[in-house]
């Protein structure tokens, strides 16, 4: 089992940015793929980026490629987002979640995680 902790989150202008954590329990983090997902008011949970449990392979939406970077350091069982360019709609709540390793799937699918964390607020004013 893994517990999942997230970290980084606050209030941020415009154009700002900020670098979310997801820190992990457990001596197997690198046996978990991991991703980022985001929930804002009223709206569904999105799928935000992720990553195979290497870092070989990464996936975004297409919202946050370019502006958004999802790494992992397996050493100290944390996975990170690093996020420039925020914009007003970034702002959300902020999972991560882990996929115990199983081959391929469908990453942007929140059904295809095993674990999440409890989420960290991310505000961006205008």
């Known amino acids: 089992q893994v517990q999942l902790v997230e970290s980084g989150g606050g209030l941020v202008q415009a154009g700002g940015s900020l670098r979310l954590s997801c820190a992990a329990s457990?001596?197997?983090?690198?046996?978990?793929?991991m991703g980022w997902f985001r929930q804002a008011p009223g709206k569904e949970r999105e799928f935000v980026a992720a990553?195979?449990?290497?870092?070989?392979?990464?996936l975004y939406a297409d919202s946050v490629k370019g502006r958004f970077t999802i790494s992992r350091d397996n050493a100290k069982n944390t996975m990170y987002l690093q996020m420039i360019s925020l914009k007003p709609e970034d702002t959300a709540a902020y999972y991560c979640?882990?996929?115990?390793?199983?081959?391929?799937?469908?990453?942007?699918?929140?059904?295809?995680?095993?674990?999440w964390g409890q989420g960290t607020q991310v505000t961006v004013s205008s």
């Open positions: 990553m195979t449990w290497s870092g070989g392979s990464t």
């Open positions: 979640a882990a996929r115990y390793y199983r081959g391929r799937g469908n990453f942007y699918s929140q059904r295809e995680y095993d674990y």
């Open positions: 457990g001596r197997t983090f690198n046996s978990y793929d």
